[in-house]
Each structure stands twice: as structure tokens, then as C-alpha cells.
Nanobody, 114 residues
Framework: QVQLVESGGGLVQPGGSLRLSCSISGSIGSLVVMAWHRQAPGKTRELVATITNLGISNYYKDSVKGRFTISRDNAKNTVFLQMNNLQPEDTAVYYC???????WGQGTQVTVSS
């Protein structure tokens, strides 16, 4: 049984930073690509960033490029999303996901507001 648990969300002012973590338990294989998605109120879920098992970040949503950084620690089975210079439009529930599998985390709320 694979489980993903996100943490690190919260309320932050515009220009602030947050670091999300996704702790993975269970066997996920060696070739899995990890991803962060987000869903804002009234909007569809969107892909934010992906990272391969070798730690190669191969996708960022255009609006987060230069501000967000995805990384992973395979020894600790954890994926991170460092988010800097956060803006109100980044407000959403952020989800960790193993691409091309049915495994999702429960989500963590990020709210950017003054």
C-alpha cells in the first residue's frame, strides 16, 4: 500500500516562502516520476512541477518558473517543493502525486494573503 502525506502548507504574505514536503511510504519502484499539482477554488487541478527518480526536474509550470524548486531525497522517500516569492494567485491546495499511478496525497492548503 503506497501512501503520500503532504505537509508544510499555511498562510503566508505575498513575497513570502513555504517549503512543502511529501513523505512516501510503501514500495513505489525505481522509475517513478514525482509531481506536485495544485487546485485553486473553482479551478481545475493543474500540474506544477515534476522530478524524475534521478532528481532531474523536467517540468515547471510557466508561472512558477524561477520561484519554485522541486527536489527529492530518495534515501528518505521524500519530495519537496520550495516556493519563494509567493503571490496570491499561488493560493491553492497542493497535492503530491506519483505520475501515471492512482496514488495521490490528501493535499495541503497554501494561502497567500496580506
Amino acid at each position: 500500500q503506497v501512501q503520500l502525506v503532504e505537509s508544510g502548507g499555511g498562510l503566508v504574505q505575498p513575497g513570502g516562502s513555504l517549503r512543502l514536503s511529501c513523505s512516501i511510504s510503501g514500495s513505489i519502484g525505481s522509475l517513478v516520476v514525482m509531481a506536485w499539482h495544485r487546485q485553486a477554488p473553482g479551478k481545475t487541478r493543474e500540474l506544477v512541477a515534476t522530478i524524475t527518480n534521478l532528481g532531474i526536474s523536467n517540468y515547471y509550470k510557466d508561472s512558477v518558473k524561477g520561484r519554485f524548486t522541486i527536489s527529492r531525497d530518495n534515501a528518505k522517500n521524500t519530495v519537496f517543493l520550495q516556493m519563494n516569492n509567493l503571490q496570491p494567485e499561488d493560493t491553492a491546495v497542493y497535492y503530491c502525486h506519483l505520475l501515471k499511478t492512482p496514488y495521490w496525497g490528501q493535499g495541503t492548503q497554501v494561502t497567500v494573503s496580506s
